[in-house]
C-alpha cells in the first residue's frame, strides 16, 4: 500500500495495524508517521522494529497523509483532535479505533466534512485474528470502505455495519475475547481439580476450542447441530450439557452480552456529552 498513513497515538492497536501493513500488504514503513502525547521510549522501539518514522511535528506528520489513524483512548481523543484538525483537509480519511466515539462526535471536534470511519476492532488484532466492525458517515465513498476494510484486513476480519449496531459490536466481539478467557479460566480450573496436569490440560483446552471453532467455521451446519452430533444419549457429554442447563450457562452469557452492550451505549453518551463540553470550553 502506497499511501502516507498517520496515527495519533502509539500503543497496541496501533502496533498491532502497524505490523499488519508493514507484514501482510507491503505499506512502505517510511509511509508510516506515528505519534503519542509523552512516551518516546515507545516511539522510539516501533522505529527500530517495523521502521516508521516517529514524529512530534503535527504539520510535518499530517502533510500528505491520505489516512490519519486516531488510536487514542477515547478520554484522550478530544486534545488529540484538537491539535491536528487545522492540519486535516476533505482529501482524507479519518479512522477511528476510540471505543464508544460517534462519528458525529469526531466531526464536531473537527468541525470539517471529512470521511469519518468508526472501527470496533478487538484485542485479538495483536496476533492478526481480529473481528472487526466498521461503519461510516455520510462523505465515506466506496473507496474509503474499501481501504478501510483492506487496512484491518491486516489484522483479521473485517465487516461494514451500520453505525447504530456498534454498541452490540462492541459488546459481542469487543468484549468477546475476554468472554472466551473467563471459559478457559474455568476450564482450567476444573482440569486441575479432575487430575490433570496443567500444562496438558492447557494444550488440551486451547486445540478443543481452536477445532470446535474451526468446525463452526467450515461446516454448513449450525452450532446446534454440531453439538447435538456429540451429545450422545445417556453419554458423558450430556451429563457435561445437563449441568450447564441447570446453572443456567446459557442464559447468563445472553445477559452478559446484553448488558456489555447496555454499557457501551452509556459509555458513548457520557463521552459524547464530555466531548461537547469540551468544545464548548475551549
Not at 451500520?162 to 475475547?177: F, K, R
Request: hydrophobic share 40%; with cysteine.
Amino acid at each position: 500500500m502506497d499511501k502516507k498513513i498517520a496515527f495519533l497515538g502509539a500503543g497496541s492497536m496501533a502496533e498491532a495495524l502497524i505490523s499488519g501493513l508493514v507484514a501482510r500488504i507491503g505499506s512502505r514503513p517510511a509511509n508510516i508517521w506515528v505519534n503519542n502525547r509523552s512516551n518516546d521510549s515507545q516511539l522510539e522501539r516501533l522505529q527500530k522494529e517495523y521502521g516508521v518514522i516517529p514524529s512530534r511535528d503535527m504539520p510535518s506528520m499530517l502533510k500528505g497523509a491520505e489516512v490519519v489513524i486516531i488510536a487514542v483512548k477515547p478520554k484522550d481523543v478530544l486534545a488529540a483532535l484538537t491539535q491536528a484538525k487545522e492540519h486535516l483537509n476533505k482529501d482524507m480519511l479519518l479512522i477511528s479505533v476510540a471505543a464508544g466515539i460517534s462519528t458525529a462526535s469526531l466531526k464536531s471536534i473537527i468541525d470539517l466534512d471529512i470521511p469519518i470511519i468508526r472501527a470496533m476492532p478487538n484485542t485479538s488484532a495483536a496476533v492478526g485474528k481480529s473481528a472487526t466492525a466498521l461503519s461510516g458517515n455520510e462523505f465515506v465513498k466506496d473507496k474509503d470502505k474499501q481501504l478501510a476494510k483492506e487496512i484491518f484486513g491486516t489484522v483479521g476480519m473485517a465487516v461494514y455495519t451500520d453505525e447504530n449496531q456498534m454498541d452490540a459490536v462492541t459488546g459481542l466481539s469487543g468484549s468477546g475475547p475476554a468472554y472466551i478467557y473467563y471459559l478457559i479460566e474455568a476450564m482450567q480450573l476444573s482440569a486441575e481439580q479432575i487430575g490433570l496436569k496443567p500444562e496438558d490440560a492447557q494444550k488440551l483446552i486451547i486445540q478443543t476450542l481452536i477445532g470446535a471453532a474451526e468446525m463452526v467455521h467450515t461446516s454448513d451446519k449450525t452450532p446446534l447441530t454440531l453439538r447435538m452430533e456429540v451429545t450422545s444419549p445417556g453419554g458423558t457429554t450430556e451429563a457435561g450439557i445437563r449441568v450447564l442447563e441447570e446453572k443456567g450457562v446459557r442464559d447468563a452469557l445472553i445477559e452478559c452480552i446484553q448488558t456489555a452492550t447496555n454499557r457501551s451505549s452509556e459509555m458513548g453518551i457520557e463521552l459524547s456529552q464530555k466531548i461537547s463540553k469540551g468544545i464548548l470550553s475551549n
